[in-house]
């Protein structure tokens, strides 16, 4: 992690613009105009300028853009001015709101690569991202399933979990961006163990209890019920969970996905390992709509997230929140404090 200076040892957090088509230049400028987040950090955004000044405008801000070259110029920049590393200059046709094309695609993957780096390098602490359209990455010929996948490929790592977080729930993913139609054969007791023991240390690191509380949900109804509707949560889940036991992971299961998220909220569990995708975050989005974060687990580098989409549909009202990017820097920020104050590799979270 690199050494702080000037801005009293704050940690310099990177923000990536996700899709210029939609809200993330927007919900970028709402979020840099909160006073409390000078105290917390020093942001730099990665992006298309023309995209910001749009933004800018939208947003009725008075804030201005300094583009920069790198983190060393952060450093000089002033209170009002919003720091960008400016990787495209995209021509009107590829910011259409809700239209994405395959250049505005290709710059996406650009930033986020760039922000990667910084961290990898170590002259940036931790990267947030707004959210993309990863169809549109797609068409530029960047075929990944989201941010996570891209972000464990740069890190060169294959244990990376995808968490989303509030302060009620705490939910991590065995399988992440997946047709359902897939899920059961990519239940395997590697990835359940995997997920388990990824998601245990980094709740040590995010809540700083030695040993966090797992609930791990059954793949099927009432868990396979003795096999009749499945046998992953018999013959996979459970024996996962032994010996994640036997490591000394406090995590119970399979339980059954319908009543866990309630025993959850009754803080009998700090988090929670689901299946697929829908099954752990549709209860968490029904309670951290607006301030849910997305943290990936298990990289070299910290990195949050918005929990939700692109929002095309809002994208140039200016009224999209910025409550989870908000709550995204504000965690990126604390974790790199925690690592800076000695708290080891981020692999652990």
């Known amino acids: 992690m690199m050494e702080h200076s000037g801005h009293k040892g704050l940690p310099l957090v990177v923000i990536t613009m996700g899709d210029p088509c939609g809200i993330g230049p927007e919900i970028i400028v709402s979020a840099l105009q909160s006073a409390d987040l000078a105290a917390l950090c020093r942001p730099l955004v990665v992006g298309d300028r023309i995209a910001l000044e749009r933004a800018l405008k939208v947003c009725s801000s008075e804030l201005i853009i300094r583009e920069v ?89 294959g244990d990376f979990v995808m968490m989303l977080a509030g302060d009620l729930l705490r939910v991590s993913l065995v399988t992440i961006h997946e047709p359902l139609a897939r899920v059961p054969d990519l239940i395997t ?41 499945g046998e992953q949560d018999r013959l996979i889940i459970a024996p996962a969970v032994a010996v994640a036991r036997s490591e000394g992971i406090d995590a119970v299961g399979p339980l059954s996905a319908d009543t866990l998220f309630h025993a959850a909220l009754d803080g009998r569990y700090d988090g929670i390992v689901a299946m697929y995708h829908d099954q752990g975050l549709i209860p968490l989005k029904m309670l951290h709509f607006d301030n849910g974060v997305n943290i990936t687990l298990g990289l070299p580098i910290i990195r949050t997230s918005v929990d939700h989409g692109t929002a095309y549909d809002l994208a140039g009202s200016g009224t999209a929140s910025a409550a989870s990017l908000l709550a995204a820097v504000r965690m990126a920020a604390a974790m790199a404090r925690s690592q800076d104050r000695g708290g080891g590799d981020s692999r652990s979270m």
């Open 69 to 157: 070259a790198g983190p060393a110029e952060a450093e000089k920049l002033q209170p009002g001015q919003i720091g960008l590393i400016a990787l495209s200059s995209l021509r009107d046709v590829d910011l259409r709101y809700g239209r994405p094309t395959a250049e505005s695609g290709d710059a996406v993957y650009r930033y986020i690569c760039h922000a990667a780096r910084l961290c990898l390098d170590g002259v940036a602490d931790a990267m947030v991202t707004a959210p993309i359209s990863k169809k549109a990455m797609n068409l530029a010929g960047h075929e990944y399933p989201g941010h996570t996948e891209l972000l464990a490929e740069l890190c060169g790592t």
């Open 189 to 229: 007791h590697d990835r359940v163990l995997k997920t388990i023991r990824v998601t245990s240390a980094g709740l040590q690191r995010l809540m700083g209890k030695e040993k966090p509380r797992l609930a791990v949900a059954a793949l099927n109804p009432h868990c396979g019920e003795d096999g009749m509707f």
